[in-house]
């Protein structure tokens, strides 16, 4: 296991076994928190409608944590496999699931222990973010998706304005060796559609203000579902969705 990998193993082991709510497990703050979980629990009623998921359907959810984006796709009536390399993260995810719906798989993504083209739908939620390179996780989505499933992928953006304030005084330190990722979405819409031989990618950002201005996130983020790219400056994430040929 080399330093990077040990160094998140380590941290969310901690965060895992303390008694902190969901979202201070998950290291965010509750505002951003609530904004994800909105966000994807509206997508997710949209894949429902669209038959992407449901019953009969299987998603797996890689690097799930404490399962919020699992228990959301279960709720859709989705058979869902929760999936994350730190045991202690997975444990909880177990204790979150109250319905006991899930599926939990302690596995590293780069080697997913699932057979191919078994999965309609799988998700990576603010996985890629502390990968030193995505690519081997895509090209693992690529292998056990079905042609003509869907890949999720949620990131921290490069573009997102909030994001100075971070960078000028940073709120934890990281070893040298150690970093949070940022990208932007074309440049890893390259590496997902070179892993999953597709040529379209759909990019949602998730648009968070600070709270005192919460009351613009619906109107900018009603921009973002029809032009992504004006409500990208006000996102501190974003998604991509894209179809594996």
């Known amino acids: 296991m080399d330093k990077r990998v040990k160094f998140w ?39 429902a409608e669209a038959a992407v998921l449901g019953p009969g359907k299987l998603a797996a959810d890689i690097g799930c944590g404490s399962g919020m984006l699992s228990r959301i796709l279960a709720s859709a009536g989705t058979d869902v496999v929760a999936c994350d390399l730190c045991f202690d993260m997975l444990l909880r995810a177990g204790r979150e699931d109250e319905a006991g719906k899930l599926m939990l798989v302690n ?33 693992e989505l690529n292998r ?72 613009l996130e619906e109107p900018l983020q009603s921009l973002a579902r029809k032009i992504p790219l004006l409500a990208l400056p006000f996102a501190s994430s974003f998604i991509l969705l894209a179809r594996k040929d």
């Open 107 to 139: 596995a590293d993504c780069e080697h997913l222990p699932f057979p191919d083209s078994s999965f309609d739908f799988a998700a990576g939620n603010g996985l890629v973010t502390i990968l030193s390179d995505p690519t081997p996780f895509f090209n």
């Open 9 to 47: 193993q380590d941290n969310f082991s901690i965060f895992a076994r303390t008694k902190k709510h969901e979202n201070d497990v998950n290291v965010y703050g509750l505002h951003s928190w609530e904004r994800r979980k909105k966000v994807f629990s509206e997508l997710a009623s949209h894949l």
């Open 144 to 215: 056990i998706l079905k042609p003509g499933g869907i890949a999720m992928i949620e990131v921290l953006n490069s573009c997102w304005l909030g994001r100075l304030r971070y960078i000028l005084s940073p709120g934890y330190d990281l070893p040298s060796d150690v970093r949070v990722l940022h990208y932007l979405p074309w440049s890893l819409t390259r590496l997902l559609e070179d892993a999953l031989e597709t040529r379209f990618v759909h990019t949602l950002p998730i648009v968070r203000l600070n709270p005192r201005l919460s009351f």
